[in-house]
């Protein structure tokens, strides 16, 4: 009778065990302040009350990230929207956009080097310069690209260089590149480091730019549905908490200490000072600007075939997850 109840006490033990078990999702990103919502629902539990664990793995590019999303050792990955990405859904590879990580107004800043402040003072005194972009066909080739096109210019008009963003900080101090493409907090630095700001390359995009997004692989999501609108909900209070915490005060102090957590720039000053990336509050997705990026790229010649919004783009997470949280942004 004691061995029974032995039995039955592990038995119990391990179905509760097994009930409670989060399931882990691993998400690959280009460490910046669009990870806010990430951090938000890791330290504030909202991925835990959702039965999800969430590790954030970083990259320098989203264009590193995208082999590993197909072979399936990433679940998710955020980054700016790239000519991978494009490519990879073209070749019918599992990639799905589905929530919104960031969108203009983002504040990714043209900051120009010390000893050019006389003679750049708009888009087009870029003409001939060395300007740092992350990767080709990334996010920030396109906000260059079209920041060139509203003074006349093109991407043919200046020399690109291709770095991350701490070698492209380096690279303003040290003069090996003219001007840089630069996210938060690293736009602080450089100008930090002796650069000075030019313009927002984020508000020459029309329509309005979809900056950063999640993206899911297809068939891990297929495998696993109730995971995917489970991560949604708490990802969507993530964005509601970091959008609330660019106020001063003690949730701002909150989201400070995770950016110095989970970032490589440890400075409390340079997050004090950085502006706030836009996020939609409601997750929702500018899909008109994917389209246009996927324009902008098949004239560069990085893209052959156009795709659809619908083979793009999953709507169904954030829907799902809005009838549970409702709707708090047009």
Same mark, same amino acid.
């Given at each position: 009778?004691?061995? !029974?109840? +032995?039995?039955?006490?592990?038995?119990?033990? /391990?179905?509760?065990? @097994?009930?409670? %078990? &989060?399931?882990?999702?691993?998400?690959?990103?280009?460490?910046?302040?669009?990870?806010?919502?990430?951090?938000?629902?890791?330290?504030?539990?909202?991925?835990?009350?959702?039965?999800?664990?969430?590790?954030?793995?970083?990259?320098?590019?989203?264009?590193?990230?995208?082999?590993?999303?197909?072979?399936?050792?990433?679940?998710?990955?955020?980054?700016?929207?790239?000519?991978?990405?494009?490519?990879?859904?073209?070749?019918?590879?599992?990639?799905?956009?589905?929530?919104?990580?960031?969108?203009?107004?983002?504040?990714?800043?043209?900051?120009?080097?010390?000893?050019?402040?006389?003679?750049?003072?708009?888009?087009?005194?870029?003409?001939?310069?060395?300007?740092?972009?992350?990767?080709?066909?990334?996010?920030?080739?396109?906000?260059?690209?079209?920041?060139?096109?509203?003074?006349? !210019?093109? +991407?043919?008009?200046?020399?690109?260089?291709? /770095?991350?963003?701490? @070698?492209?900080? %380096? &690279?303003?101090?040290?003069?090996?590149?003219?001007?840089?493409?630069?996210?938060?907090?690293?736009?602080?630095?450089?100008?930090?480091?002796?650069?000075?700001?030019?313009?927002?390359?984020?508000?020459?995009?029309?329509?309005?730019?979809?900056?950063?997004?999640?993206?899911?692989?297809?068939?891990?999501?297929?495998?696993?549905?109730?995971?995917?609108?489970?991560?949604?909900?708490?990802?969507?209070?993530?964005?509601?908490?970091?959008?609330?915490?660019?106020?001063?005060?003690?949730?701002?102090?909150?989201?400070?200490?995770?950016?110095?957590?989970?970032?490589?720039?440890?400075?409390?000053?340079?997050?004090?000072?950085?502006?706030?990336?836009?996020?939609?509050?409601?997750?929702?997705?500018?899909?008109?600007?994917?389209?246009?990026?996927?324009?902008?790229?098949?004239?560069?010649?990085?893209?052959?075939?156009?795709?659809?919004?619908?083979? /793009?783009?999953?709507?169904?997470?954030?829907?799902?997850?809005?009838?549970?949280?409702?709707?708090?942004?047009?």
């Amino acid at each position: 009778m004691k061995r !029974l109840k +032995l039995v039955l006490s592990l038995g119990l033990a /391990l179905i509760a065990q @097994q009930a409670t %078990a &989060a399931t882990k999702i691993v998400v690959g990103t280009v460490p910046n302040i669009g990870d806010g919502p990430l951090i938000c629902g890791i330290e504030r539990g909202y991925f835990r009350e959702q039965d999800v664990e969430v590790d954030i793995v970083p990259f320098k590019t989203a264009s590193e990230m995208t082999p590993l999303m197909v072979r399936g050792d990433l679940a998710m990955m955020g980054g700016g929207v790239s000519v991978s990405f494009f490519n990879s859904v073209a070749q019918g590879l599992p990639l799905r956009y589905f929530v919104n990580r960031g969108q203009a107004p983002v504040w990714h800043s043209i900051v120009v080097r010390k000893g050019l402040e006389g003679k750049v003072k708009g888009a087009k005194d870029l003409k001939g310069l060395r300007i740092a972009t992350s990767a080709a066909g990334g996010l920030s080739e396109y906000e260059l690209g079209k920041t060139l096109e509203s003074a006349g !210019l093109s +991407l043919d008009d200046v020399e690109t260089k291709h /770095l991350g963003m701490p @070698q492209s900080v %380096a &690279a303003i101090q040290s003069g090996a590149v003219d001007a840089g493409v630069f996210v938060g907090p690293f736009d602080t630095a450089a100008i930090q480091g002796g650069g000075f700001h030019l313009l927002y390359a984020d508000e020459m995009v029309k329509p309005r730019m979809e900056v950063s997004g999640l993206m899911y692989n297809a068939d891990w999501a297929a495998r696993n549905a109730a995971a995917l609108d489970a991560f949604t909900v708490a990802y969507i209070k993530g964005v509601r908490c970091f959008l609330d915490a660019e106020k001063p005060g003690p949730l701002h102090e909150e989201m400070i200490d995770g950016f110095v957590k989970y970032s490589a720039i440890k400075d409390r000053a340079i997050y004090t000072d950085m502006k706030w990336t836009a996020i939609h509050r409601d997750g929702r997705v500018e899909v008109d600007s994917l389209m246009d990026m996927q324009d902008f790229y098949i004239k560069r010649g990085y893209l052959s075939k156009k795709l659809s919004a619908e083979a /793009l783009f999953d709507p169904g997470p954030v829907e799902r997850a809005l009838k549970i949280l409702g709707a708090q942004q047009k």
